[in-house]
Structures are given as C-alpha cells and as structure tokens.
C-alpha cells in the first residue's frame, strides 16, 4: 500500500466520521495564518497546525509512524516533548494516541504485528539505535497504565522490585529508602505505612494507581508516560492523582493520554490533538482550549463528536 | 397522535401476561436442565462407589494373611550336622524344612507316613523356612533355642481360612485333601491358626506363590519411575510452553509444533512403548525392564499433556502483568521469572498432576520395554529390574491361583492409594503457591 492511498483511505474515513464541511480542507492556509509557527510535518501529509517544537527537547519526534500489520495507526506523527512540563494527548477513541504514547518507552515491540518507523530521538540518541537497550530505555522512560496494575505481591515488593532488578541500591537500608521516599512523593506513605507487607492488589484503585505511580518513580526516570492513568478511579481519586501530577512535573517529563478535557486542560501545559493517526494541532494548553486554531479541534473540545 | 407510538402492537398488560405464560416454561426447562445434572452426577457416583465397593470388598482380606503357630527349635544338630559351633555359612545353608517339619510334628504326633508328613509340611508356606534362616542370621544366639513362631501359611491354607475354597469331600478333594482339612480344623480349635497382617505383602516383591508375593517391588518400581518422569517431564513440559508462549514469535513453524503437541497427546501409549523399545533400548542400549527407560517412555507420554496445561495456565495471566514488569524495564526472562511463572505455577501443577496420574496408571508402553518381567528383588535404582503396580495387577490378574484374585484388588487399592498421596501432595503443592498471591 503506498502512501497516497493511506492518504485517500483516510480522507474517506475522516468524512465518514465527520461530515462537517470544513472537515477536508487541508489546512494550509490555517497554516500559513498562523504566521512564524514552525511545523515539523512532512510534505503531503497533514499538516499539523500550532507549535510542535519546544526549546531544548527531550523528546524530538520526526515523521513518526507505527502500523498494526495493514493497519496504519500513526501517521507521520512529528512533535516535541520538553522537559518539566506535562504534555497532554486527546482525541477521540482509536485515534492513536495511546499508540503513539507507547512508542516512546517501545512498548509497542511487545505487539505481535507492530511495526514502528521515523525518528524518536531522546537527548539526542534514537530509541530505535541498535546501541539503544530497551531495557535500559525503559528504565529511563516509566509508565503507569489505563488500569492500576500492581504486581500480585506486598506494596513494599511493588516499589522495591524496580530498583532491585536494577541494582540500583547497595544494601536494604538503601533499598527501604528508595521505598520510603517514592511511596511519599506518590503520597500514598502516610496511607500504607502501617501494612508494607500487605498485596498491593488489597488497595483500593486510587491507591493502587498511586502505588504504580510510586513503583515508576522508585526507578528515578526522566519522563513518566500515563496512558489514562484516571480512567478507572472516582473524582477524589482522580483529584489525589492529579494533584501528585502536578508535583512531580518539577521532576520529570511527563505525557498524559487522556479522554477528560478538563484533566488535560487541569494538568498540562501542553497539548495535543490527535485525530485517526493524524497529530492535527498541538500548543500551549490555555490557547488549545481557548482558541483551537483547526475545526476538528475545536469540534473535539466543544463536544461536537469524540 | 401526540403520545408516543408503542414499540410493541399489544398493550403493557397483554405484554404481563405473555411473560408470565413464558415463565413457567422457562422455570421447566431449567427444572429439567437441573434434574438432568443431578442425574449425570450420581450415576457417576454409583459407579465410582460401586467400583471402589467391589475393589476394597475383594482386595481387604489380602492385607491379612494366616499363619501358623509353631514351637521351632533351632536344631544345632541340623544347623551344624558336623559338630561345633554353626558358622554363619552353617547358617545360611542348614535344612529349615527339617526344622519346621520337626516343629510341626510335635503338634501332631499322630501323623505316621512320609506321604503324610510330606501333605502336613505342606499347611507352611516354603517361604516360612526363608523367613526362619533370615531370623537366624540376624539374631544372635537363637541356635539351641525354642521359641514360638507364626510361620506363614500356604495359600490353600489361607484361602481356607478365608472361607475362598471348598472344604471338599473324600470322593472329590479340593486344593487340600480330607487329612489336611482335618489338621486345618484342629490348628483353628486350638488357637493354632490365625489371620495375622501380612506383612509379606507390604515388603516382598513379584513370588510364583501367593502367599509370598508382594507389591513392594511394584510400588518402588512405580517410583523410581514416576519420580524420574516428573524430573523429566516438568522442566522440559514447562520450559517449552514457556518458550513457545513467551518466545517463539508466532509463525507457520510454531503453529505447526502446537498442532503436533496436540496430536501426540492423542497417540496411543503403545506406539510410545515401540518408540521406547527401538531408540532407548535398540539404538542407546539401555536395560530392558528398567525404570530409567520407563520414565523415558512416560516423559514423552506426559510431555504434550504437561505443554498444553502450562500454555493455558501461561495465557491465563493478565497481560497487564507482562506490561507492568515490562514498563519497569525488567527483561523478559524477569518478567517471566518473577512474574509470570508463579501466577501460572498453579496451572501448571495441575497439569502436571493429570499427567503423572496418567502415568501412573499407564500399563501398556511398559509392556514393550520389558517391564512386564517376572522380578522377584524389590528394585534398588532406575537401571535395576522392575515393575510397576498396574503391571503387576495385570500380571496378577493372569494368574491361576485363587489367592492371587484378591492380591490383585490389594495391588489395586495400593495403586489408588498411591494416586491418591500423589495428588494430595500436588494439591496441597499448588494451595500453598496459590495462597503467596
């Protein structure tokens, strides 16, 4: 399948999901109006409107896509992440950006099928380099999951589990402070101190949330990726995490997928739009929501569809 | 027409009573599933109890075995027949019989003849003469001595005893004839005769004769080989499943292995027997008769079982898992080991557990590598000769003897004990892995 036929496939579908009349103009003259804004996106492909480029990057993503066997599920995907801001990714369901979230730690290797192309460089190395141990990339970029999922055994051996395969404390009394300290920045410590040798699967969800949260940091990595990490808890939950969200940003990198505009508009700093395979507009949160730029935007975070 | 327009043509009350005209039908059919349930469940108990009803009915009286009450003086002149002290090969060599019968012709002096001497000797098993020597040896300064001993009975007497064979009459004698039934009786009056637990059962091997066989030989047999199948087949089974479900990428070959691990579970045993014979005996030149080669055949019997229960028990796990220990950058080995396998572990003992039972009970490979032999030692390694228990309960079966009818149901209810601490042990194994989590 050559590209140009990915490329009708998906006008089809677009017009299909949306049958509003704005929908199909490409977006070049949105793009030539907003003057000065740099775009990373490669010719022929849809353009993305807004600011995908940050000073200093951590993340520098080029012309990025991943294809589920015929399925092409991003699409020339290119944008920055920086560092200690939280970037938010919306888009309605099956629109990629858990895909693309996925990426980033190469979680996708793991999908039978999955196949991933273009340029994901962090601090200048490809995460794709055959010098680049996906191990080791994994230890660098953690990742809290849509559904709480501690390990079936004590909340200590949760948080203690990373550094341990990692080697990274030298005796026990490192290894319990290692511990100590992520429980208490995931804000969890004065709520489970008492029962360290309880499963971690006896938490509540909130709690076991936090505990993955506490078992990513525990490692110490630079970004922290959360695929709807919200999705399955109540508000006070949620509320505790995006709390925690906005604490640990002066640490860590950190990308959040999610369905609540309201999180991302509560979280980020950054956002971006994503819409089946297409990035179609990325920029500072406050202009996102007060000013989206691209009709699909705009129809998106005004409730018109998604 | 402003008020909405009904979904159904009939009104909410027709709608009532249409479900409540259904509901009876629908509480029958239910009724009727449940009685059918019922029905399968305890069909398949009566057939359990009935086959364990008969089994222990005919197999119980085999662990009690008659013995003789005899006064036995060991004889220095028949120990040592040349004078002075009796050397251990004195011992090991002198006439038992003679002292036996001596015995024996003390509680009946009556009996005049060498015919009836030669029918009276023979109420005593030729194993009891066996047992005496073995007490000799090992006690020192029995000779000179008179104690009372329980000598083993012989079959006939035994089968007597338990009422198995007729008493017979002068013109048409059973297995003992008239004079020895009159002995019998006079033993039994006198106290002289009695159902002791037979211990020879417990600790003999495979014996021509009744009285004097034992499953010990089967039931080590049994283990050797099943302790060696396990070490075999539960690392291999569970390697593989672990390689072809967390590994292998999935492709034409794999799908090829699965379809044939599938297929050799369904291969019938004997045809493993034939493989055993021609590579491991044939081709490697291992012993015939041998646990080791039994195991061999066994692994490859409980393999595809073993592959096939641990695959399941392996995708059983939530994938959540695998992602979690993954996004922590554990590798995949780690991820496995620590977190994989002991959420699977109770899967795979359970299929392990069916696979063992299966080859516990399995007869019919073991035939074609020659563990249907005759043997008479109890084995003391896995190159030694042996049997197993359901091939001696089939060896048994073949036999004329009316004693042997019921060691077969004891060999059996050995076998079933044996399946029985077999599986609890894997069940409370499995509990225990279970309750870590």
């Known amino acids: 399948m050559d590209s140009s036929t990915v490329e009708q496939n998906r006008d089809a579908a677009t017009a299909a999901t949306s049958p509003d009349a704005g929908l199909n103009v490409k977006p070049s003259g949105r793009r030539a109006a907003s003057m000065g804004e740099d775009s990373l996106t490669l010719k022929g492909e849809v353009q993305t409107v807004g600011t995908v480029t940050v000073e200093n990057p951590l993340f520098h993503c080029k012309g990025v896509n991943v294809y589920y066997g015929e399925k092409h599920a991003i699409k020339h995907v290119s944008i920055d992440i920086g ?20 990426c980033l730690n190469r979680m996708n290797d793991t999908i039978p099928g999955a196949r991933v192309d273009g340029a994901i460089i962090l601090d200048g190395q490809d995460i794709h380099d055959r010098k680049q141990d996906v191990v080791q990339l994994r230890a660098r970029v953690g990742m809290v999951f849509q559904k709480p999922n501690p390990f079936p055994k004590s909340i200590y051996e949760n948080v203690a589990y990373g550094p341990r395969i990692h080697g990274l404390a030298a005796d026990r009394v490192e290894l319990d402070e290692i511990v100590h300290t992520s429980l208490r920045r995931a804000g969890l410590w004065e709520e489970v101190k008492d029962r360290l040798n309880h499963p971690g699967t006896s938490l509540s969800g909130g709690q076991q949330q936090r505990l993955c949260i506490a078992r990513t940091i525990a490692v110490n990595p630079e970004v922290i990726l959360m695929d709807e990490p919200c999705s399955a808890l109540d508000p006070i939950a949620t509320a505790k995490i995006e709390d925690l969200i906005d604490e640990l940003r002066e640490t860590y990198a950190i990308v959040i997928v999610t369905h609540s505009m309201q999180q991302a508009a509560r979280v980020s700093q950054r956002t971006a739009y994503f819409h089946l395979g297409d990035l179609i507009e990325v920029g500072e949160t406050d202009r996102i929501f007060t ?16 | 027409m402003s008020s909405p327009t009904p979904v159904a043509r009939i009104t909410p009350k027709e709608t ?3 479900v409540a005209k259904s509901l009876r039908r629908r509480y029958w059919a239910e009724r009727r599933f449940r009685f059918y349930g019922l029905a399968a469940v305890l069909l398949g108990i009566v ?15 085999s662990f009690r075995q008659s013995y003789i009450k005899v006064e036995v003086f060991y004889d220095p002149a028949i120990i040592a027949p040349n004078g002075g002290m009796p050397s251990a090969q004195d011992i090991a060599n002198a006439d038992y019989q003679a002292i036996i019968r001596t015995g024996l012709r003390k509680l009946f002096p009556q009996v005049e003849g060498r015919k009836d001497i030669r029918d009276l000797t ?16 090992h006690t020192a300064g029995l000779v000179g001595q008179t104690e009372t001993q329980w000598l083993l009975a012989s079959d006939d007497v035994d089968m007597l005893m338990k009422g198995h064979i007729e008493r017979g009459t002068e013109a048409e004698p059973g297995p003992l004839n008239q004079n020895q039934v009159a002995w019998f009786d006079q033993l039994v009056k006198n106290d002289g005769l009695e159902l002791r637990f037979n211990k020879t059962f417990f600790s003999h091997g495979d014996s021509r004769e009744p009285e004097q066989a034992g499953v010990w030989g089967a039931v080590m047999g049994s283990l050797f080989t099943l302790a060696l199948t396990l070490l075999l087949s539960f690392p291999i089974g569970v390697a593989a499943a672990i390689y072809l479900e967390e590994f292998a990428h999935k492709n034409r070959w794999t799908d090829l292995i699965e379809v044939n691990i599938n297929n050799l579970a369904a291969v019938p045993s004997i045809v493993f027997g034939l493989l055993g014979l021609a590579v491991f005996i044939g081709f490697f030149g291992m012993p015939r008769s041998a646990p080791l080669v039994g195991a061999l055949v066994l692994t490859l019997l409980t393999l595809p ?39 699977a572990m109770p899967g795979m003992l359970t299929g392990t557990i069916i696979g063992m039972a299966r080859a516990l009970g399995e007869t019919a490979p073991l035939l074609m590598i020659g563990m249907v032999a005759f043997i008479v030692d109890v084995p003391k390694s896995v190159t030694d000769p042996a049997t197993v228990l359901p091939v001696q309960v089939f060896l048994w079966s073949d036999s004329p003897e009316r004693a042997f009818v019921e060691r077969t149901s004891g060999a059996i209810i050995v076998l079933l004990g044996f399946l029985v601490v077999m599986n609890a042990t894997a069940v409370v194994l499995r509990n225990k892995f279970e309750r870590r989590w």
């Open chain 1, 83 to 102: 560092r200690g801001q939280v970037l938010a990714m919306i888009g309605p369901s099956g629109c990629g950006k858990s895909t693309f979230l996925r």
């Open chain 1, 291 to 306: 000013n989206p730029r691209h009709k699909l935007t705009e129809d998106y975070i005004t409730g018109r569809f998604g």
């Open chain 2, 16 to 18: 009532q009573a249409r």
């Open chain 2, 47 to 61: 057939f359990v109890v009935f086959l364990f009803g008969t089994i222990f009915f005919k197999g119980a009286s």
């Open chain 2, 122 to 137: 023979r109420l005593v098993s030729g194993g009891a003469a066996f047992d005496l020597r073995d007490r000799v040896l």
């Open chain 2, 305 to 343: 079982t073993i592959i096939i229960a641990s695959r399941a028990a392996l995708k059983g796990v939530p994938p959540s898992i695998r992602e979690a220990a993954l996004g922590m950058g554990a590798s995949k080995i780690q991820m496995v080991t620590h977190h994989v396998l002991p959420l």
